[in-house]
């Protein structure tokens, strides 16, 4: 049941009652419903709404933010005084500009709130996870742990300039992990509503991954491959492109595509895309997380660095406008919103697709390796080397899929492998707030022992 808390009036009375120079109110209501599957078993989980409130007061160049969930709108009194308290003991932030003015907000986005997830009944939701079950657990494979995670929220954001924007949406994950013997399957699956899923494909799937994992051997040697890897994984990998691109990190003196807007970055074939608004996308809005519009913008295109993404407080360092790239929201879980003051983020972030299905590129392979899993597919934004742990692989020669491998380390640098890629899927797949295809690399070099 919703908290019976009107969130306008809510935000209407900490500007009132607010007695700093700027103040901007982000208010967030969610309801996250966890189903939960242990040892291959539905566990019905739990079921929590809340309302979270975050303050940020401005006096004099001096910032002060604090927040806090409530239960009443009389709560909110206090979070606006202690951001007035420490806006006044904090030193001053001499690149802070202002609170951003208010522009105009118009439009519509396809699929980003689900009335019919929002209103599900816990018997649809149980007969989905045991269609899931019921195409993962056989021939020795086990579904070891996992959930289902449903979140229905609204926010709304206002400030002392002007600012008003609310927009509501729905939000749907489901992870789990299986186990056959030694062998360990994953799989991640995302999208705005119960029905985005495709449960059987997704059963399917960890089965097919947890199967070939209990087969795989620990790789021996080293190699220079071309590596496909899947798109679970390459979006991990790729979060260094908005990263890089970031208008925080320019600022810092930290981005290595610092004064290289116009310059080539990365393979003609690659083309990647920020929007705010794609219809389905899990952090798509009309306006960012502090009420900026969202826009469409290229960041690469063909190869060719073409924008930076800022929110109102990098963009006012650089003396340009924000890009409505000002974020809170996560897409896994949006419990912490209301935590944290915006930071400069990438909204859905689109790999525009290539012409090959996987099998197209794995028959254009030669030496390679298809990777499904990572241990943690982390790259370092600032170098762009890495040395990732594969978990989950299938070498490749001639054309054909070969052995299955596992404990082997994928080393190089994809600043350097963005430059090689050697081809992309057609078929794209939300992985968070990415929209991904597979994505072939040349060059990189495969360790084992």
């Known amino acids: 049941m919703k908290m019976k808390v009107d969130l306008r009036e809510l935000c209407d009375h900490a500007l009132r ?5 700027q103040t901007e109110v982000f208010s967030i209501r969610a309801t996250m419903k966890n189903y939960y599957i242990d040892d291959g078993k539905i566990i019905i989980g739990t079921d929590n709404t809340w309302i979270g409130v975050g303050i940020k007061s401005v006096i004099k160049k001096r910032i002060g933010y ?5 239960h009443k709108k009389r709560e909110v009194e206090s ?29 519509s986005i396809e699929k980003v709130y689900d009335e019919s997830t929002a209103q599900a009944d816990p018997r649809e939701i149980i007969e989905n996870l045991t269609v899931f079950l019921d195409n993962t657990q056989r021939e020795g494979v086990k579904v070891m742990s ?9 926010f709304v954001i206002k400030n002392s300039l002007g600012v008003d924007f609310s927009h509501q949406g729905t939000l749907v994950y489901l992870f789990a992990t299986a186990k056959k013997e030694t062998g360990e399957g994953i799989i991640k699956r995302f999208s705005t509503s119960l029905s985005g899923i495709d449960y059987q494909k997704a059963g399917e799937d960890l089965f097919e991954r947890t ?6 051997r620990a790789f021996k040697g080293v190699k220079e491959v071309d590596a496909i890897i899947a798109p679970m994984e390459v979006a991990g990998i790729l979060s260094v492109i908005p990263t890089a691109a970031s208008g925080e990190l320019i600022n810092r003196g930290a981005s290595p595509w610092i004064n290289k807007l116009g310059q080539e970055v990365a393979s003609k074939d690659l083309t990647v895309i920020d929007d705010g608004r794609l219809p389905g996308g899990l952090k798509s809005a009309l306006a960012d997380d502090e ?4 826009t469409r913008k290229a960041i690469i295109e063909k190869g060719i660095l073409k924008n930076y993404l800022f929110d109102t407080y990098n963009a006012g360092i650089m003396g340009t406008k924000s890009t409505g790239n000002g974020f809170r929201r996560e897409t896994t879980s949006i419990e912490n919103a209301h935590t944290r003051p915006v930071s400069c983020a990438a909204s859905n972030v689109i790999v525009q697709p290539g012409s090959k299905d996987i099998q197209g590129l794995v028959s254009e392979t030669d030496e390679g390796v298809l990777i499904y899993k990572f241990a943690y597919p982390h790259v370092d934004p600032i170098s762009g080397n890495f040395g990732l742990e594969v978990r989950n692989a299938v070498l490749i020669r001639n054309g054909s899929p070969e052995t299955a491998v596992k404990h082997a380390i994928l080393a190089g640098n994809i600043y350097t492998a963005l430059k090689h890629i050697d081809g992309l899927g057609k078929q794209q797949y939300f992985i968070g707030s990415f929209l991904v295809p597979y994505i072939k690399f040349s060059k990189l070099q495969l360790i084992g022992s």
């Open 291 to 294: 009420g900026v519009p969202t």
């Open 17 to 21: 009652i607010s007695e700093a120079e």
């Open 79 to 107: 979070i606006v005084q202690k951001s007035f308290e420490i806006a006044k003991i904090s030193p001053p932030d001499e690149k802070f500009f202002s609170l951003p003015s208010p522009e105009p907000v118009s439009g």
């Open 146 to 154: 996992g959930f289902l995670r449903i979140t229905e929220f609204e």
């Open 211 to 216: 199967k070939l994992a209990s087969n795989a």
């Open 66 to 70: 604090f927040s806090r969930t409530i």
